[in-house]
């Protein structure tokens, strides 16, 4: 039995001080009903263009359902963090991939810092929203599609910058579990 995730409770909350229904939210965010309640159960857990449909139809920031409290800055992110919630195997979805915040606790920032683990056999799931990113290959390979015509593979420092409103996934390749860092800018 899967227990209420903090992602979930906060995306139920936020809904219901909205006075919106499941299917409400559904039709705003272009995300399927059982979808969203079984993120709001905590038996899935979101990716982060599915999150990221959800906060904008919610009219909050990505990070509003990820931060726990407010840090003064700067905000420092220690590499032996992330590496111990990497090797724990904490937030893997059910698409292969693992995303750790590198903004906890700054409410009033701009852009959302990621570190992202791919497992090899991870599948891609395409997603479009609002803003930009920056991509940037830490391990291992990386296909990034983008549209319908750019199928490309990033490999340790390269980078990729794009308009996140054109449809997109990220998976790795090669039959080797990869990283990257993202950064995800939303205008509001």
């Given amino acids: 039995m899967a227990t209420e995730s903090k992602v ?40 982060l263009g599915v999150l990221t449909k959800l906060s904008r139809a ?11 409290q407010f ?8 590499a032996a963090d992330l590496e111990a919630a990497k090797v724990a195997g904490e937030g893997l979805n059910d698409l292969g991939y693992a995303s750790h915040s590198l903004a906890i ?3 009033d ?7 992202i683990e ?7 799931e395409s997603s479009s929203h609002e803003g930009e990113e920056l991509i940037i290959c830490l391990a291992g390979e990386v296909e990034l599609k983008y549209g319908k015509e750019i199928v490309t593979t990033l490999k340790p420092g390269d980078t990729a910058y794009y308009n996140s409103v054109v449809t997109h996934s990220l998976r790795a390749v090669g ?4 990283s990257i860092y993202g950064i995800v800018f939303m205008p509001f």
């Fill in 8 to 47: 979930g409770r906060r995306i139920r909350i936020f809904r219901e001080k909205l006075d919106m229904s499941i299917y409400d939210l559904a039709q705003r965010s272009g995300i399927d009903e059982k979808v969203i309640n079984s993120i709001e159960k905590g038996e899935v857990l979101p990716a």
């Fill in 58 to 68: 919610l009219g909050q920031r990505l990070g509003t359902f990820m931060d726990d």
């Fill in 71 to 78: 840090k003064p800055d700067p905000i420092i992110t220690r």
């Fill in 105 to 107: 606790g700054k409410p």
């Fill in 109 to 115: 920032r701009h852009m959302d810092p990621f570190r």
């Fill in 118 to 124: 791919f497992a090899a056999d991870g599948r891609d």
């Fill in 175 to 178: 039959g080797k579990p990869a």
